[in-house]
């Protein structure tokens, strides 16, 4: 077997960018869109400060989590290591940059020019490359350059003809790149005697890009390569090209979609399971196909080829937003047939399936490893609880404003009641592991900025006053309703809009400058609370 890896000898790159300007030349990249750049940052306090120079790029993982979301199967891996991407089917959904931790991967709406203004220079109207608008793009490794000199008898990372134009145009030889399945190459024999390490190796995505920082000799002090670096909770002077960062891909659009897809499957449980008390609110299966239906709306406009959407149900195998859309289809097919039959078995099919898709949002969520606070466990369940809040909670404000009872008043209360508890109990077990596992400092302080213990505690005591039967009850239920239901979007929209820090870049040993030694390595900007 063979499979082609990157390697950045750390001690050697004097950070002149050449791999960044060649590799842009060569793929006729935009403005903005670095396939190849290379991070300058400084570490340590006076006098003893150090500098380093970090290639970074597209991984080409063994276990690339771009490829397993991918709904379109556009990202796909090689025999021999290297990822792609098919910009014909992609749809621009950008997924995958939430999934890469590497910040690797880019999305271009529309060509920008140099200058602005709209005027483009000689070599952006020659070389603009159409086919890669609206959709995810990032390093190709050169495949091409690999495939035409293997057709004829070259050695990729030897003979410059074969090998990508960013090691080919390394002047310091820092980059190389070989086959890491043969011992003899050029790549094995240098990991065999020098230490090196593999940016977040602790999200096992298996990355194909190794940096060397010293001689693996008898006589080094220097950490096992596989030591995480020390979290930085401040983000120091000199960092900022490093620290996490506000993922801008997913806006409002992708914060309304999980608000109104989770009220809208949470209103239809809620209105079918009042349905074994009272005659079923129509009305409010209705509504809840119409919440659902604005959610995948706002997707629409926020996908960079909406024509293409369709291609969303191409990968059932391993994405999680291609079971989404499965399980979204049947919700509306079996909602509208039961609202037209007025049948409330094929309603209680329609919740099951409305409940299949919030799951599958939660698990959306779960499988976007760029996003510490996302990817926890807990997400899921958070998730869900959140959805029949909100469900429960309109379903009960739409009664209060109709003057009826879908269900005897306090058995609604209750429910309610019951969903707010466990709702605040999924958020303390995802917080809770949040703070086990690490995140972004600015995330922390979004989300515990929100207050969600008051919104439960409001939301709670309101609906327990309800479950009393005192005067009013019933205008009570219906606003300890809406604060369930607020609570909700308040809590999606800071998640998706506020507390989506990225992973950031963790390097876990600063180069070993002249005679001296490496040093322990940086992951700014990240704590554990």
Known sequence: MTRWVFLADLNRCVGCQTCTASCKHTNATGPWVQWRKVLDFEAGEFPDVSRAFVPVGCMHCAEPSCM????????????????????????????????????????????????????????????????????????????????????????????????????????????????????????????????????????????????????????????????????????????????????????????????????GTGLMAAAMLAGFFAPVMWLAALLAMGFVAMGLFFVWLEIGRPLRFLNVYLNPQTSWMTREAFAVSPFFGLGALAWLLDSHALGLAAALCGLGFVYAQGQVLRFAKAIPAWRQKGIVGLIVSTALCEGFGLLAALSAVAGRETMPGHQAALALAALIAWRFLAWRSYRTALGAAGAPVQAFRVLDGLRLELWHGAALALALYAALGLPGHQAVLGLAGLVAMLAGWHFKLALITRAALNQGYAINRMPARGAGQSSPGVKPGWTRA
């Open 68 to 263: 397993e979301v991918c709904p379109t199967t556009a990202t796909r891996k090689r025999d021999d290591g290297i990822v792609t991407i098919d910009y014909d089917i992609c749809i621009g959904c950008t997924y995958c940059i939430q999934a890469c931790p590497y910040q690797a991967r880019f999305k271009v709406d529309r060509q920008n020019q140099v200058y602005g203004g709209g005027k483009q220079m000689g070599h952006e109207q020659k070389r603009e490359n159409w086919s890669r608008r609206g959709v995810a793009q990032k390093c190709t490794m050169c495949s091409d350059r690999i495939d035409a000199g293997l057709a004829e008898g070259l050695t990729p990372g030897i003979d410059e003809m074969a090998t990508p134009a960013c090691v080919a145009s390394c002047i310091s030889g820092a980059l190389q790149m070989g086959d890491l399945d043969d011992p003899n190459s050029n790549v094995s024999r240098l990991l065999a005697k020098r230490r090196h390490f593999r940016m977040h190796q602790e999200l096992e995505n298996d990355p194909g890009f190794y940096y060397l920082y010293e001689d693996a000799d008898e006589n080094s002090t220097a950490d096992n390569p596989s030591t995480d670096p020390p979290e930085m909770a401040a983000e120091p002077a000199g960092m900022a090209t490093i620290s996490p960062r506000l993922q801008t891909q997913w806006d409002w659009r992708a914060a309304g979609n999980f608000a109104f897809g989770g009220t």
